[in-house]
């Protein structure tokens, strides 16, 4: 199994950043069509990117700093839902948060995928968490 790590700096404080990851709202300004979530501690972690249904469950939820979540696909034999994590650590910095995210226990062959993910919905979720627009997405997986 593979981990992939990336982190960006936010315009804004944590506790602004930590609402972005727990609400359905939140999460639909930065990354999905849709999302269905309950940010309790086995809770549900619903959320469709571009037509794939990312299913999963919250694991820790500790308001402004930490979040994680299973991930997976519904209906995949590569990444069922639930099979990965992602964590979000939210630390404050001088003019706003560091997100820095992993997202761990991947099959070598879906990181590359998942890195191009999370390199177009990271720069996303810095631009609704400042208080942005992040527009229409148009991102799509890449093609195996």
């Keep these: 199994m ?3 790590r990336d982190s960006i700096s936010i315009e804004a404080p944590p506790e602004t950043v930590f609402e972005y990851l727990i609400t359905n709202e939140g999460m639909t300004a930065w990354m999905g069509q849709f ?3 309950d940010p309790t501690p086995g809770g549900k972690f619903a959320v469709d990117i571009a037509g794939h249904p ?3 469950e919250y694991l820790r939820v500790e308001p402004p700093h930490f979040v ?4 997976g696909f ?3 034999e590569d990444l069922p839902a639930g099979a990965s994590t992602v964590e979000f650590r939210l630390t404050a910095i001088s003019g706003g948060t560091r997100v820095d995210l992993r997202h761990f226990d991947l099959p070598d062959a879906s990181v590359r995928g998942h890195a191009d993910g999370w390199a177009n919905f990271l720069p996303r979720l810095a631009i609704v968490g400042a208080g942005g627009d992040a527009g229409h997405d148009a991102w799509q997986p890449l093609a195996d």
């Design 2 to 4: 593979a981990e992939f």
């Design 35 to 37: 999302a269905d979530l």
């Design 54 to 56: 990312v299913r999963g």
């Design 68 to 71: 994680a979540m299973s991930w």
């Design 74 to 76: 519904a209906g995949s």
